[in-house]
T-cell receptor, first 114, second 114 residues
Framework: KQEVTQIPAALSVPEGENLVLNCSFTDSAIYNLQWFRQDPGKGLTSLLLIQSSQREQTSGRLNASLDKSSGRSTLYIAASQPGDSATYLCAVRRDGTSYGKLTFGQGTILTVHP | SQTIHQWPATLVQPVGSPLSLECTVEGTSNPNLYWYRQAAGRGLQLLFYSVGIGQISSEVPQNLSASRPQDRQFILSSKKLLLSDSGFYLC?????????????FGPGTRLTVL
């Protein structure tokens, strides 16, 4: 059974810092991995999706890397801003079917203070 | 562009009462549809998914059911709510075909069972 763990559970940083969020998964046989952002009381916003054959994906100040063999992914946020404060979730897809099930981590609660 | 709607946004129901949550998607046809529940301390859990009208797959046994009466409409129901049904319910969609199968989430419904 796939298990996804995110470390740290919570992180508080001053504005401007570069930071790294970690995601690990127990079964390396994944199809892809997706990073999401969730604001309090809101739905999930997809940030980045990395296919199992890829090493990293970038979008603006966000960079996600994937090391499938070691079962790890990191989300790097450059020059953090108060608006980045949210819960960040990673999820792995088991297979390549169109309805492939996502297994989520518990999330990292990020607070960026001015 | 595609949009996903959920209603109601919040709901407070007594134990033993029925439930009906609705999700609709605009701007696409024949999407895969998903219901997730996010409970405190338990992360996101896939409840149901559907690959077409009338086609429902259940991931977790519970007193909930799902239906897909129209192509872009997904309904979550219960005949008698339990206290343990409280949580944040999220609907999501993905393309029926394609390489990446990224999932996109709605704004969610906060359900409190008293």
């Amino acid at each position: 059974k796939q298990e996804v763990t995110q470390i740290p559970a919570a992180l508080s940083v001053p504005e401007g810092e570069n930071l790294v969020l970690n995601c690990s998964f127990t079964d390396s046989a994944i199809y892809n991995l997706q990073w999401f952002r969730q604001d309090p009381g809101k739905g999930l916003t997809s940030l980045l999706l990395i296919q199992s054959s890829q090493r990293e994906q970038t979008s603006g100040r966000l960079n996600a890397s994937l090391d499938k063999s070691s079962g790890r992914s990191t989300l790097y946020i450059a020059a953090s801003q108060p608006g980045d404060s949210a819960t960040y979730l990673c999820a792995v897809r088991r297979d390549g079917t169109s309805y492939g099930k996502l297994t989520f981590g518990q999330g990292t609660i990020l607070t960026v203070h001015p | 562009s595609q949009t996903i709607h959920q209603w109601p946004a919040t709901l407070v129901q007594p134990v033993g009462s029925p439930l009906s949550l609705e999700c609709t998607v605009e701007g696409t046809s024949n999407p895969n549809l998903y219901w997730y529940r996010q409970a405190a301390g338990r992360g996101l859990q896939l409840l149901f998914y559907s690959v077409g009208i009338g086609q429902i797959s259940s991931e977790v046994p519970q007193n909930l059911s799902a239906s897909r009466p129209q192509d872009r409409q997904f309904i979550l129901s219960s005949k008698k709510l339990l206290l343990s049904d409280s949580g944040f319910y999220l609907c999501a969609w993905s393309w029926a075909s394609g390489m990446y199968n990224e999932q996109f989430f709605g704004p969610g419904t906060r359900l409190t069972v008293l």
